[in-house]
């Protein structure tokens, strides 16, 4: 099938992407993108797995930017987030493609026409709550288009033939305190931590486990409050919560009110996965040693101060 003309009736994007560009600096998994864009090399469909807030996202915005120029016909980046209907996922890909049919012609065979004959890669992104939906859309894509890859974003599987899994684990303790300073000097651009700062980071990023989510939450409240204070605050709700009982996680607090509904939802099921904190009480300790030392290794320090 040769390349529609826009204002056909199955006319393609003028456009050769559809792949946001990043907003902030991707901090940290250097090793995580090699392996997958590997993994991308060898797998036709490969799905980033992991709880709510560990980033899959944003390293699936990364690799898409990278392959951008790889790939003939361009990246295109469908957000399932707000896809409600199982039935909606293709209209979703249809429309972010600008992939129209005559009238009749169901979604999917409209999208197996139009990317029969080009090199696409897809990003599905999202995919956790129309899971069944996504399974079905790539296996009939890729059965029908030889050229189309699919990198997917999911806490779960979508569990189908050729699948290749990457699960995404929170940030290396250095990691997760480099992007604590960075997004904190966002707000603070003078910020210049010194030893009580450092400790009261480390503290902070291992309280929440090192998901990108949450620390970058927390790093928000820079501008109104320490990070001794952001500490002090979080320790408090934890105590809360270890009198309350076991309720979704204290960060949901520092989400914005406009969405913090959505916030409390994707963080809640890190709890539920048995990993979300490592404590409860505000009377336990913080993790020690090994991630305290980590964060203050010579490399972090000489970043949080040359930066």
């Given amino acids: 099938m040769g390349r529609q003309k826009a204002g056909d009736e199955h006319s393609g994007p003028a456009s050769s992407s559809f792949i946001p560009p990043p907003l902030t600096v991707l901090i940290g998994r250097a090793s ?12 036709r469909l490969v799905t980033l797995t992991g709880p709510g807030g560990v980033g899959k996202t944003r390293m699936a915005v990364e690799l898409g930017r990278r392959q951008a120029r790889q790939r003939a016909d361009g990246v295109w980046l469908v957000d399932l987030a707000a896809v409600g209907a199982p039935e909606d996922v293709a209209a979703e890909t249809a429309r972010v493609l600008e992939v129209r049919g005559v009238a009749g012609d169901a979604t999917t ?10 090199d696409v890669l897809l990003v599905l992104d999202n995919c956790e709550h129309v899971l069944d939906a996504c399974a079905e859309l790539a296996t009939t894509l890729l059965g029908a288009c030889p050229n189309l890859r699919i990198l997917a974003t999911s806490r779960e599987p979508l569990g189908i033939t050729g699948e ?18 960075e997004r904190a000097r966002e707000r603070r651009p003078e910020l210049v931590p010194d030893d009580d700062t450092e400790r ?3 503290d902070i990023c291992a309280r929440l486990d090192n998901l990108p989510l949450g620390i970058e939450l927390a790093a928000a409240r820079a501008s109104v409050m320490s990070a001794e204070e952001i500490r002090a605050s979080l320790e408090a709700h934890f105590g809360e919560l270890a009198r309350a009982g076991p309720h979704p996680p204290a960060i949901a607090a520092f989400a914005p009110r406009s969405s913090g509904a959505t916030t409390f939802s994707i963080l809640s099921s890190r709890r539920r996965s048995g990993a979300w904190l490592s404590s409860w009480a505000a009377s336990m300790p913080t993790p020690p040693g090994p991630s305290r030392r980590a964060c203050r290794s010579t490399s972090w320090r000489d970043w949080s101060t040359n930066r």
């Avoid at 290749?164 to 480099?178: G, V």
């Fill in 32 to 43: 995580e993108l090699e392996a997958v864009a590997d993994m991308m090399r060898r797998a």
């Fill in 109 to 118: 065979d409209v999208l197996r026409r139009y990317l029969a004959d080009r």
């Fill in 164 to 181: 290749a899994l990457w699960r995404l684990e929170p940030l290396l303790p250095e990691d997760a305190c480099r992007l604590f300073l």
């Fill in 200 to 202: 009261a980071i480390v």
